[in-house]
């Protein structure tokens, strides 16, 4: 199954931005969806935004306009852009990526912390 390397989460004040990366131990080619979700403490994990392999992009509500999910074919990565960043988008985010071969895998997980 493939593993799946997150980096870029840390600690910003409220209105500042980072970029999550994800990178896919192997090549994502053929029928597939990645991105994130996240968690945080007490609450559900939730979508945050999906690419397919046809390059359509999902954002929940929430971060629509704030947040932009890409990707880089050549590196097996999709990067996720997160601006004009709230205390509520605290939480623990987590790529994930499916394939009609296995399913769902995660990663590990990265923290973000939006604080003052």
């Known amino acids: 199954q493939v593993q799946l390397m997150e980096s870029g989460g840390g600690l910003v004040q409220p209105g500042g931005s980072l970029r999550l990366s994800c990178a896919a131990s192997?090549?994502?080619?053929?029928?597939?969806?990645m991105g994130w979700y996240r968690q945080d403490s007490g609450k559900q994990r939730e979508m945050v935004a999906l690419?397919?392999?046809?390059?359509?992009?999902d954002y929940a509500d929430s971060v629509e306009c704030r947040f932009t999910l890409s990707r880089d074919s050549t590196k097996n990565t999709v990067v996720l852009q997160m601006n004009s960043l709230e205390p509520e988008d605290t939480a623990m985010y987590y790529c994930y990526m499916w394939r009609p071969t296995y399913g769902g895998a995660w990663g590990q997980g990265t923290q973000v912390t939006v604080s003052s």
């Open positions: 690419i397919d392999s046809y390059g359509d992009t």
């Open positions: 192997e090549s994502i080619s053929g029928l597939y969806q």
